[in-house]
């Protein structure tokens, strides 16, 4: 079963950082494309970034330039750092399997191949 666990979230000021980590369970991450997400209060879920299964980076206009994607294999584990934060980065922070290339690399999770987890919250506020 596809399993996801998030990490890393956090209160922090605006133009502040956080990375966040994505930790798979009993598969290799390796040979999926892997998106995180985000939802604030009273808004729909949105793709933020994607990586692929051959380790390219895709973006939300929102935060390219800010946020970077990667993946660490030996741990079975892919991050999302955060820098330079704004108020409105404020949400719970999911990740997801998506469900084609295609859809990484507009990182849309339209219909992801995994489950919702407990996903984690970042808070960015003065």
């Known amino acids: 079963q596809l399993q996801f666990v998030e990490s890393g979230g956090g209160l922090v000021q605006p133009g502040g950082s956080l990375r966040l980590s994505c930790a798979a369970s009993g598969f290799s991450l390796q040979n999926y494309h892997i998106g995180w997400f985000r939802q604030a209060p009273g808004k729909e879920r949105e793709g933020v970034s994607c990586?692929?299964?051959?380790?390219?980076?895709y973006y939300a206009d929102s935060v390219k330039g800010r946020f970077t994607i990667s993946r660490d294999n030996a741990k079975n584990t892919v991050y999302l750092q955060m820098n330079s934060l704004k108020p409105e980065d404020t949400a719970v922070y999911y990740c997801?399997?998506?469900?084609?290339?295609?859809?990484?690399?507009?990182?849309?999770?339209?219909?992801?191949?995994?489950?919702w987890g407990q996903g984690t919250q970042v808070t960015v506020s003065s």
């Open positions: 990586i692929s299964s051959w380790s390219s980076g």
């Open positions: 997801a399997r998506m469900n084609s290339g295609g859809s990484c690399t507009r990182v849309k999770g339209d219909n992801v191949l995994s489950s």
